[in-house]
């Protein structure tokens, strides 16, 4: 008799510990569902947040662009007064290369023939 009852008190126990971990199982699957569950104006709060950043970071990428198009436009300047400036250096050396053939010329004419 002593066994069927130890055996009883064993299975009565066990069954409250499932119990129990039933309980605990609803109860935290019922938190998690409430959880997901946002409202209607929980869910707009967070779009208009995200709407929110979304505007911050287009208006960080613009000021960026706008940075670097303002520095392109300053490269683009130097880069067009640099070829000024070699174009005023190769002419100068094309006037120079004329003048020197011309005192070279000279100097040969004046040179007496030697025979």
Not at 12 to 20: F, G, I, K, P, S
Not at 64 to 87: D, P, T, Y
Request: a negative charge; charged letters at 25%.
């Amino acid at each position: 008799m002593q066994d069927w009852t130890l055996l009883l008190d064993y299975l009565v126990t066990m069954m409250e510990n499932q119990l129990a971990n039933l309980q605990a199982c609803y109860t935290q699957e019922v938190t998690h569902t409430q959880e997901r569950a946002m409202s209607k104006q929980e869910r707009a709060a967070l779009e208009w947040d995200m709407d929110q950043e979304c505007w911050a970071f287009w208006e960080r990428l613009s000021a960026l662009e706008e940075g670097h198009i303002a520095i392109l436009k300053r490269m683009l300047e130097c880069q067009e007064w640099q070829a000024a400036m070699v174009a005023r250096a190769v002419d100068t050396a094309e006037e120079e290369c004329q003048v020197l053939d011309t005192i070279l010329a000279l100097v040969v004419s004046f040179v007496p023939p030697t025979s």
